[in-house]
């Protein structure tokens, strides 16, 4: 029940009814030191971590298997082109396209428990990376650590004047509006059966 004012917040957010004030940045906080540091070369392959090889090896999973599902979907094969989208997403790595296309499958099929599953995994993982890029953005611009939290809060990306983005965080909110809307469908779905 909690949710429903939430969802209506969202849905004014989304739909331009409620809007966030721009934000403005104070240039004489920002330190402007290149990054990364100008003064070495840099050594691309003794100095990626363990953790961006796994991102990187999900990344070129993720590409393969959204590439072989849009040939699929081509070819008119939808129970291959949604098996391969499903194998995509368990590597939850942040790529909209698989997730998307799953939605309006399991929609066009009616099944919504499906669509349901895949609107809450995109929220996790979608929040998870923005996270993870909010806090990398804080720990190279702390001078904007309130502005970029506000950034994630609202969903909008911090950009000054001059075009430069600090921050741009995922769509999130396409995901949630999303979610209620299956709610809706499962609870009409579960009336007429009854």
């Known amino acids: ?17 409620i809007v966030f004030p721009k934000q403005t940045i104070d240039k004489s906080k920002i330190d402007n030191t290149p990054y990364p540091s100008d003064d070495k070369p840099i050594n691309y392959t003794s100095e990626i971590s363990p953790e961006d090889k796994l991102r990187g090896f999900k990344l070129s999973e993720t590409s393969r298997l959204n590439n072989r599902g849009i040939v699929y979907e081509k070819e008119g094969d939808t129970i291959s082109a ?3 989208y499903e194998a995509c997403i368990h590597y939850k790595y942040p790529a909209y396209h698989a997730y998307d296309r799953l939605l309006v499958l399991y929609r066009k099929k009616k099944m919504y428990e499906d669509e349901l599953r895949v609107a809450r995994t995109a929220i996790e993982v979608f929040m998870q ?6 806090k990398g953005a804080i720990k190279h611009h702390p001078e904007l ?9 609202t969903n909008k990306p911090l950009i000054d004047d ?6 741009n965080p995922y769509n999130v909110f396409k995901y949630i509006e999303r979610l209620e809307k299956i709610k809706v469908k499962i609870k009409r779905q579960k009336n007429y059966l009854h």
């Open 162 to 167: 001059e075009g430069i983005c600090y921050f």
């Open 82 to 84: 949604i098996d391969t």
């Open 1 to 17: 029940m909690e949710l429903i004012p939430i969802a209506f917040l969202l849905i004014l957010v989304i739909y331009g009814i």
């Open 129 to 134: 990376e923005n996270d993870r890029r909010a």
């Open 145 to 153: 650590e309130e502005e970029i939290k506000l950034s994630l809060e």
